[in-house]
Nanobody, 118 residues
Framework: QVQLVESGGALVQAGGSLRLSCAASGSIASKNVMAWYRQAPGKQRELAATITSDGSTNYADSVKGRFTISRDNAKNTVYLEMNSLKPEDTAVYYC????????????WGQGTQVTVSS
């Protein structure tokens, strides 16, 4: 049974910083992509950032230069460092892991709320 548990969401003022963490437990294929998605009220879930198991990263234009995704493969944990936060970053942030071999499964966390006040 694979579980993803996010933490680190909070209320922060515009211009502030937060660090989200997502710890995966259970058996996951070593070749995978870990990602952070976000969903603002009344909007569709959107991809914020991805990182592959070999460390390649990709970012949405809206967060590029402000957010940094990283991972610790030994701990099966992915992080999202968020700087220069804006009110439009307010959303529920979800962790996602997608296997790139074996069973090609995808897993989601339960989400963590990030609220940025102006």
């Amino acid at each position: 049974q694979v579980q993803l548990v996010e933490s680190g969401g909070a209320l922060v003022q515009a211009g502030g910083s937060l660090r989200l963490s997502c710890a995966a437990s259970g058996s996951i294929a070593s070749k995978n992509v870990m990602a952070w998605y976000r969903q603002a009220p009344g909007k569709q879930r959107e991809l914020a950032a991805t990182i592959t198991s070999d460390g390649s990263t990709n970012y949405a234009d809206s967060v590029k230069g402000r957010f940094t995704i990283s991972r610790d493969n030994a701990k099966n944990t992915v992080y999202l460092e968020m700087n220069s936060l804006k009110p439009e970053d307010t959303a529920v942030y979800y962790c996602n892991v997608r296997e790139l071999r074996a069973l090609f499964r995808a897993f989601w966390g339960q989400g963590t709320q990030v609220t940025v006040s102006s």
